[in-house]
Antibody, heavy 115, light 106 residues
Framework: QVHLVQSGAEVKKPGASVKVSCKAF????????IHWVRQAPGHRLEWMGW??????KYSEKFQGRVTITRDTSASTAYMELSSLTFEDTAVYYC??????????WGQGTLVTVSS | EIVMTQSPATLSVSPGERATLSCRAS??????LAWYQQKPGQAPRLLIY???TRPTGIPARFSGSGSGTDFTLTISSLQSEDFAVYYC????????FGGGTKVEIK
């Protein structure tokens, strides 16, 4: 049974960085890419970036501030966002890349930026 | 970036009635269009991909149509569990999402 389990909620100060993990279960991790999507309060779902094999692709909006990595031995993907501002308060999701649509999603990780 | 526009923002429907949701892309996405349902505190759930294909386990009352720039999600007879927010997503050029349509009880 496929599922993605994300790390717990985080509270960060402005200017700090946050790293969220996404551990995959129930499938061969290396056969699928992982997308990262966030949802700020009152905003639409927003694509941040993607990783597969040795490749990454980032949204222009987050280029330079986001780093997506993976540890294949742990079947885990990571998303690190730096230089946090209050506008980065959001729920961050990982989702499996099923060749286009996203059938499987993590449960979401709430990141709160607060002074 | 491909901009996805959904309408209406809110749709008030009585249980058992039909709901029709629209999604428009700023440029053609072919049939690379998905629909998701999201309830409070939950991750999105895939309902439709390829504009009109239901994944295994999605009820037949959900149907999708369209290609190019104009798409429709139809819920033929709303059940209580269908009141939620619905998002369209294009995956023709990475991913972008619409602003959502909230389907509420009339």
């Amino acid at each position: 049974q496929v599922h993605l389990v994300q790390s717990g909620a985080e509270v960060k100060k402005p200017g700090a960085s946050v790293k969220v993990s996404c551990k995959a279960f129930g499938y061969t991790f290396t056969r699928y890419g992982i997308h990262w999507v966030r949802q700020a309060p009152g905003h639409r779902l927003e694509w941040m970036g993607w990783i597969n094999a040795g490749n990454t692709k980032y949204s222009e909006k987050f280029q330079g501030r986001v780093t997506i990595t993976r540890d294949t031995s742990a079947s885990t993907a990571y998303m690190e966002l730096s230089s946090l501002t209050f506008e980065d308060t959001a729920v961050y999701y990982c989702a499996r890349d099923d060749g286009g649509p996203n059938t499987f999603w993590g449960q979401g990780t709430l990141v709160t930026v607060s002074s | 970036e491909i901009v996805m526009t959904q309408s209406p923002a809110t749709l008030s429907v009585s249980p058992g009635e039909r709901a029709t949701l629209s999604c428009r892309a700023s440029q053609s996405v072919s049939s690379n269009l998905a629909w998701y349902q999201q309830k409070p505190g939950q991750a999105p759930r895939l309902l439709i991909y390829g504009a009109s294909t239901r994944p295994t386990g999605i009820p037949a009352r959900f149907s999708g149509s369209g290609s190019g720039t104009d798409f429709t999600l139809t819920i033929s007879s709303l059940q209580s569990e269908d009141f939620a927010v619905y998002y369209c997503q294009q995956y023709n050029n990475w991913l972008t999402f619409g602003g959502g349509t909230k389907v509420e009880i009339k």
